[in-house]
């Protein structure tokens, strides 16, 4: 494996490779995240892995036991997540590097960390809320495209990312579908200075979740992967099973109608989230009926489990050989 890729990304956080382990449920833990940071990269879990803050301060101090690297925290920054603020006020104590925000305006985040010096990158879908967390002052962008695991974006990455370099000057962050050096290579020429990879680390020895879920990856197809409501109220990308089939993929209608309510709006959100956040528990941590599995449709690209520093070394590899072809060429 080749010592290092150099763009504006890693010299931001002075790490040798230009990819972020996605912040997964219940997936991305304290060895994960640090296991990605030693290997090059930049791990990130969400706070809300966590039942509470303090546990969520604990699994930071274990990060930082594990690794010495750069690693990320997402934070869910909109009114439905109570815990927003306590969870801010960790990373602003521990001085995480690296905050990425979903969900909801990044004002005080941003303030916040860049009080002590850390960094920002704003999940977004569109070039409108690009351009606003730019103006806010976030120091890049995760490119949330179509064929992401989790909250997917609407816009193939072949058009968000480039169309997004036409229009603003912070680093962008490729994210949808990505498992592959060739994928890394194809990114960066398209303008993005890293990528996010979420799904090809669930197929890793690491990820302490149900093999059945592994599995499910491996022989699943990128036609497999479709969009639910039913577990945030917002269209999630899961793998397609039996028990997603028969609970179907739309909201009801009275859900609905609550959602368009600005009194009620808010409520609701909080009960689907929390429904749908249980049921992806069950299927993540152990075997079960109900299986719920989110997943991108990089599935088709993932056909075993590996170490992560292997899964690492294989994509880095690869970005090489595609670079070289191309010198060649």
């Known amino acids: 494996m080749q010592n290092t890729i150099t763009t504006p ?22 060895p994960l995240v640090a296991e990605v940071s030693e290997a090059g ?22 990060v930082k036991k594990l690794t010495k690297q750069p690693f ?10 109570f815990r927003c603020a306590k969870d801010l006020e960790v990373c602003v104590q521990e001085k995480v590097p690296l905050v990425i925000t979903s969900l909801g305006s990044p004002k005080e985040t941003i303030k916040r960390m860049h009080a002590i010096g850390s960094k920002v990158f704003c999940d977004v879908t569109t070039l409108e809320y690009a351009k606003k967390v730019e103006s806010l002052g976030a120091d890049g962008v995760i490119a949330v495209s179509s064929g992401a695991g989790g909250h997917a974006g ?44 979420g799904t090809r680390f669930i197929a890793s020895n690491e990820a302490k979740v149900d093999e ?9 197809k990128p036609e497999d992967i479709i969009l639910t409501k039913k577990i945030s109220g917002t269209p999630l990308s899961v793998i397609k099973t039996p028990y997603v089939e028969k609970i179907g993929t739309e909201l009801s209608w009275i859900e609905q109608k ?17 429904i749908g ?3 992806l528990k069950k299927a993540i941590l152990g075997p079960t009926y109900t299986a719920v599995w989110s997943a991108g449709q990089g599935v088709g690209l993932i056909d075993e489990i590996l170490p992560i520093k292997e899964i690492i070394s294989k994509i880095i590899n690869e970005y090489f050989e595609n670079a070289n072809k191309f010198k060649q060429s």
């Open 9 to 30: 990304f890693t010299k931001l956080f002075d790490c040798r490779y230009p990819l972020i382990a996605g912040p997964m449920f219940l997936v991305s833990d304290p």
């Open 41 to 62: 990269g930049i791990g990130a879990m969400p706070s809300l892995n966590w039942r509470t803050s303090e546990q969520f301060q604990k699994a930071i101090h274990e």
């Open 72 to 81: 990320a925290i997402n934070l869910i920054v909109n009114q439905a997540n």
């Open 154 to 197: 609407p816009i193939s990455p072949l058009v968000f990312i480039p169309y997004l370099k036409r229009h603003i000057k912070i680093p962008i962050v490729a994210a949808g579908g990505i498992a592959t050096g060739t994928q890394l290579f194809a990114a960066l020429a398209l303008g993005a200075s890293a990528v996010q990879i």
């Open 212 to 220: 059945l879920y592994k599995k499910a990856i491996l022989n699943s």
């Open 258 to 274: 609550l959602l368009k309510n600005p009194k009620t709006k808010k409520y609701v959100k909080i009960m689907r989230n929390w």
């Open 277 to 279: 956040s249980e049921k």
